[in-house]
T-cell receptor, first 113, second 115 residues
Framework: ELKVEQNPLFLSMQEGKNYTIYCNYS?????LYWYRQDPGKSLESLFV?????AVKQEGRLMASLDTKARLSTLHITAAVHDLSATYFCAVISAGGSQGNLIFGKGTKLSVKP | NAGVMQNPRHLVRRRGQEARLRCSPM?????VYWYRQLPEEGLKFMVYLQKENIIDESGMPKERFSAEFPKEGPSILRIQQVVRGDSAAYFCASSPRQGAYNEQFFGPGTRLTVL
């Protein structure tokens, strides 16, 4: 059974600081997604990482994928209050062909001034 | 091009009543996934449907829950005889094609509260 673990689950950081969220998954998968969710809202797609060594950046967020280590990271640079949200990583299930996503529990990020 | 639409956005039911949640996929998308999100949790897969077919319902409880995606009209997730534990946010996502490599686009969700 494919399992996805994120850590930390809660993250309180000050504006201007850097931090990294980690996403580990238990079996082979070569496609990983990062989503953002604001309270009471739907999921906004941030990144799709397709292959080993993939790195993508958008603004203050950068995501990377190491398929050998089964690890993805979401790095936050010089955090601002607007980044406060819950961040989820998700991978395609081990069944593969159907495409349903397996999500981590999410990292609730709070950026304080 | 409208995104994935879900209605109602909020639904309140008393124990024992039925809940019907609707999902209209993005234009041109014929694949629909339903997920459930409990408070402070990630989303959990429930069911995957194509038009007139259930492809994978491995994540859906065997009793009280059913889903359909008719040839015409939205996909519907139906919960009979709701219980308090059914209170959650239910999201649907659509994609244009089958397979592990097609990105899913999420709707705004339906938040179900069972009194």
């Amino acid at each position: 059974e494919l399992k996805v673990e994120q850590n930390p689950l809660f993250l309180s950081m000050q504006e201007g600081k850097n931090y990294t969220i980690y996403c580990n998954y238990s079996t082979t998968s070569d496609r990983l997604y990062w989503y953002r969710q604001d309270p009471g809202k739907s999921l906004e797609s941030l990144f799709v990482l397709l292959s080993n060594g993939a790195v993508k950046q958008e603004g203050r967020l950068m995501a990377s994928l190491d398929t050998k280590a089964r690890l993805s990271t979401l790095h936050i640079t010089a955090a601002v209050h607007d980044l406060s949200a819950t961040y989820f990583c998700a991978v395609i299930s081990a069944g593969g062909s159907q495409g349903n996503l397996i999500f981590g529990k999410g990292t609730k990020l709070s950026v304080k001034p | 091009n409208a995104g994935v639409m879900q209605n109602p956005r909020h639904l309140v039911r008393r124990r024992g009543q039925e809940a019907r949640l609707r999902c209209s996929p993005m234009k041109g998308h014929s694949h629909v996934y339903w997920y459930r999100q409990l408070p402070e949790e990630g989303l959990k897969f429930m069911v995957y449907l194509q038009k007139e077919n259930i492809i994978d319902e491995s994540g859906m409880p065997k009793e009280r829950f059913s889903a359909e995606f008719p040839k015409e009209g939205p996909s519907i997730l139906r919960i009979q005889q709701v219980v308090r534990g059914d209170s959650a946010a239910y999201f649907c996502a659509s994609s244009p094609r089958q397979g592990a490599y097609n990105e899913q686009f999420f709707g705004p969700g339906t938040r179900l509260t069972v009194l």
